[in-house]
């Protein structure tokens, strides 16, 4: 278990190499084991926490702690300074929440997940990639195409079941609230332990898109009434403070159960995620740090900030 455990972190390690280098290499830039902390140090410090997304009120209690423990101890290394800025971090987040609870999994079968997100956020290769990890856990998986605006994105779901091996359903009518019902009646009559349904990508201020997702959260519960088991929004790690406005907005369209965070790889601003975290009691579950299908992990709180920091 250690071994892929080991394996995990150096992957998620390696997919947040851009967050860390911009967090980090600008620090000891800035910093050295003969700093002097003072006014001027602590104010580039905050520059660098702000550049990296990390919003003015997290920043400000980083500071705040830099300021405290860095003033009153010999050791003011580098790695000293990582540690403290870590530690400072994972004090401030629920650890309890930012877990997956994966027994919930056996007590209801089919388990109903609702996929939601904006347009290039990365939700049908998402999805593509919650139901591998799945089916490689033994469970019986079945998507529903209920993208019914983009015809692409259904033409992306065709292509990536057949490879992954897990069944799609897809119907031709324009409202997706059809698809849905056909996937469900599948799954509870042929046993699938998974159902995870694919949305049109949403602006989150689209007032009409909104009320289309209300209607499909009210068909899985009329025909399930446990359903949907989850509700995860899936954003982009690139968009910087935009995902906050989008976590806002849905949330005032349906109960958002979790976050799952996209092309960790490519941003240097993945400060936004923690400042999410810090924020909202919703629990990051899941993070995408590449374009293959095995580039997906259990969200591990001390680990991503590990990999941040160290």
């Not at 079968?109 to 290039?120: D, E, H, T």
């Not at 509700?231 to 958002?256: H, P, R, W, Y």
């Not at 810090?278 to 990051?284: E, G, L, M, Y």
Request: aromatic share 6%; charged share 25%.
């Amino acid at each position: 278990m250690k071994i892929f455990q080991n394996l995990a972190y150096n992957k998620l390690k390696e997919g947040l190499s851009t967050t860390r280098n911009n967090l980090f290499n600008k620090i000891t830039e800035v910093m050295s084991k003969k700093a002097i902390i003072n006014g001027d140090i602590l104010e580039k410090l905050e520059a660098i926490l702000l550049s990296s997304d990390l919003g003015s009120e997290l920043t400000e209690k980083i500071i705040i702690k830099a300021r405290t423990t860095l003033l009153n101890i010999e050791d003011r290394s580098i790695e000293n300074i990582k540690k403290v800025i870590g530690d400072e971090l994972f004090s401030i987040f629920d650890q309890n929440i930012h877990s997956n609870n994966h027994s919930e999994l056996e007590k209801y079968r089919p388990y109903i997940i609702l996929i939601i997100g904006v347009n290039g956020s990365g939700k049908t290769t998402t999805i593509a990639k919650l139901a591998n990890k799945y089916k490689l856990e033994g469970k019986k998986v079945i998507i529903a195409s209920a993208d019914t605006y983009r015809a692409a994105a259904n033409d992306q779901l065709k292509t990536w079941s057949k490879r992954i091996g897990v069944e799609l359903v897809e119907v031709n009518s324009k409202d997706p609230s059809y698809v849905v019902f056909d996937a469900l009646n599948i799954a509870v009559k042929n046993n699938f332990d998974i159902v995870l349904i694919d949305t049109a990508g949403r602006l989150h201020n689209n007032a009409n898109l909104m009320l289309e997702l209300k209607k499909i959260i009210k068909v899985t519960n009329r025909f399930l009434h446990y359903a949907p088991n989850e509700v995860l929004l899936v954003l982009d790690s690139n968009s910087g403070q935009n995902v906050i406005a989008q976590v806002d907005e849905f949330n005032k369209s349906t109960k958002i159960t979790g976050l799952i965070l996209t092309k960790l790889d490519g941003t240097a601003k993945g400060g936004a995620i923690l400042q999410i975290c810090a924020k909202k009691k919703i629990p990051v579950k899941y993070l995408g740090t590449g374009e293959e299908v095995d580039d997906f992990h259990d969200f591990d709180l001390k680990l991503f900030i590990e990999a941040i920091v160290k």
